[in-house]
């Protein structure tokens, strides 16, 4: 029976470069998908899944993310002088309970890999979850849930993973497949962005992992990688042979909303689904496709 997942490590220490300038003094993660921040998404998600622990890796100008997953007293107060038990109830039900969260700051933002292995300490000898915020998915149960399930009965470690595009496989991290066993494969192989003339598939990882502890002591040996950053795509190429290593195709759709256009098109699919935005949405696009 594998160690149980308690912990999840959100890293939100990145530029965002991608979104400048509205990311020059907000965090990337603070971008809301309708009403609601992406990181709030993905902290929901990990609850949904059965978390119990969150632990932020964080830098410089995020201090919103930490604001956000806090009680605010003075617009409590006001919402309940007004009667909006039903804004109280939006700001406040899926606060973790005090001592749940926890924060570190990634003191330069050195990549993914360095992020995590900033979490070392907080999650010390046993199995984590990894949540990139900036991957939406829109999955029945949550994708993270998904992937716990059958880690209960493989162990190890396991990334989600989708097919994508070949001409895009040098934004991912792609693997080499062994065996396949309906939702689950075996990884052989793991190249972080590799030209699509060269990648071993086009199935690429998405931003779920489910890892041991032992992640760690490659990521401590400070290799930097593809685009001058510490990946966690080489740490975990090096764990294959060891602890059996899955991908797992999770059901779902998602979200780049780490892109301009993966953001655009989530806010689209999220207020469509909206009970109160989908409506007055629906006509208004049906009108603008007639004009394209
Ligand atoms: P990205 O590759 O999207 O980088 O990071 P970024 O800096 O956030 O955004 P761009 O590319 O400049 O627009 C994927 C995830 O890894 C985190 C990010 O916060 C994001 O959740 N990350 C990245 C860190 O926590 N630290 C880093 O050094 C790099």
Redesign the pocket.
Known sequence: MPRPVRKAVF?????????LPATKSMP??MLPIVDKPLIQYAVEEAQAAGIEQFIF?T?RGKTAIEDHFDNSFELADMLRARKRHDLIDAINHWLPEAGQVAYTR?QD????G??VWCARNLIGDEPFAVL???DLILGEPPSLKQMLDRYADLGGNMVAVMDVPRTETRNYGVLKIGREDGEVVEVTGLVEKPDPEVAPSTLSVI?RYILQPEVFAHLGQGHFGTGG?IQLTDALAKLIGGAPFHGFRFRGRRFDC?SKIGFIEANIAFALEHEALGEKLRPYLRDLSRNL
């Open positions: 890293p939100v220490g990145g530029l965002g470069t991608r979104f990337k993660e890796v830098g990634q933002p050195l990549g993914l360095h992020a990139l915020a900036d931003g950053e780490g």
